[in-house]
């Protein structure tokens, strides 16, 4: 296990080195391309200087992920030698195809301004949600269709009741982390340090492969972040934010452990929350707020703080609240 540890971690920083020195290439052809970013108006005014950034930087995490997976999983794959080599299929087939659905959103909205539509989107979340879903359901994985609760063994559930709550989980996260990417290096690093927790939970169960996939994750996330760092040379758009925050609720999923994951991804769902929350109280009171501004980490950006301090110190809280989900999942 120790020896599974140690490749795991060698994957972060193989898959670091192998994202990053294209970094630049990348966001030169992304320019010459004009795939810019539009901000919206109604957003805070600091952001205006942000206009065209490059964006679609989503691409230089899924390529090397997908790369480097496929490697180390191809021979058992094809000779089916064990659920190992097809398991790690399935967060591969939800990185990769929300990894697409973000890139058509973020084409569309470069070419006219406004991206697919809500419903589109959505609709498309859900089919491959569902998809997802009912393969996990019935696949003979080792904890996927079952819940830990604190202090007892998995519990079994039915498809009936799993399927509408891992829908529910990879849905939920993929738009939670979305909205979560608004300042530079906000979700690249609060998915990071949330992959490297499900990391150690799964090493915690003998996952070997969720242990790699995870960290192999974490390095080309930190590799994004070299050129995402404020002020970001890129961004990672809807083909990034889409395809890891569901990716990360299909981890959570696996592990059995998805109870945990408003604890270890605590500041995409309080994100999340903060829109759901100033939708609802907007519509029910005619006008008033709860937030300056939603999602979130803008309301903080109202009250004066800098975006280098709302970025640090959602990760703080961030990093805290993975420790605390590692310490929950080891009762």
Same mark, same amino acid.
């Given at each position: ?7 795991a971690l060698s994957l972060g920083g193989f898959s670091f080195l192998l994202a990053v020195i294209w970094g630049d290439p990348l966001i030169e052809i992304l320019k010459r391309l *004009?795939? *810019?970013? &539009?901000i919206r108006e109604e957003g805070p005014e600091g952001h205006r200087v942000k206009e065209g950034t490059p964006t679609m930087g989503g691409i230089m995490i899924l390529i090397p992920?997908? +790369? ?18 097809? @398991? ?26 406004? *991206?697919? @539509? ?15 879903? +009912?393969?996990? /359901? ?9 819940? $830990? ?12 009741? !799993? ?8 849905? *939920? ?24 927790? $499900?990391?150690?939970?799964? $090493?915690?169960?003998?996952? /070997? !492969? ?13 590799a994004f972040l070299w050129y995402n760092a404020h002020p970001a040379q890129l961004f990672m758009g809807d083909t990034g934010s889409l395809a890891l925050g569901a990716t990360l ?19 995409? #769902?309080?994100?999340?929350? @903060?829109?759901?929350?100033? #939708?609802? $109280?907007?519509?029910?009171? &005619? ?6 501004? /939603?999602?979130? &980490? &803008? ?6 703080? @800098? ?14 609240? /993975? ?9």
């Open positions: 296990m120790t020896a599974d540890l140690a490749f *004009g795939i *810019g970013k &539009h992920v997908t +790369m480097i997976t496929v490697a180390l999983n191809l021979v058992n794959v094809i000779r089916s030698v064990n659920v190992i080599g097809r @398991s790690i299929l399935v967060p591969l087939f939800v990185l990769v195809s929300f990894g697409l659905l973000g890139a058509i959103d973020d084409w569309e909205g470069v070419r006219g301004g406004k *991206g697919l @539509s809500a419903k589109t989107k959505f609709l498309a979340q859900l089919i491959l949600g569902g998809v997802t879903a +009912m393969v996990l /359901s019935v696949g003979r994985f080792q904890f996927a269709n079952s819940v $830990y609760l604190p202090l007892l063994v998995p519990v079994p559930l039915p498809p009936t009741v !799993y399927v509408p709550v891992a829908m529910l989980i990879i849905v *939920g996260m993929s738009n939670a982390v979305n909205l979560t990417d608004g300042l530079d290096g906000l979700a690249g690093i609060i998915v990071a340090s949330a992959f490297a927790a $499900y990391a150690l939970i799964a $090493y915690m169960q003998g996952q /070997s !492969y969720l242990v790699r996939f995870c960290f192999t994750l974490v390095g080309a996330c930190f609720g299909v981890i959570a999923l696996m592990t059995g452990q998805w109870l945990l994951l408003p604890v270890i991804a605590f500041v995409p #769902v309080a994100e999340a929350l @903060s829109v759901i929350m100033q #939708v609802t $109280y907007f519509k029910l009171t &005619h006008g008033k707020r709860i937030f300056r501004m /939603s999602p979130l &980490h &803008h309301h903080f950006e109202k009250l004066g703080w @800098s975006e280098t301090q709302v970025v640090q110190r959602f990760w703080l809280i961030g990093l805290l609240a /993975s420790m605390v989900g590692i310490a929950l999942a080891l009762l």
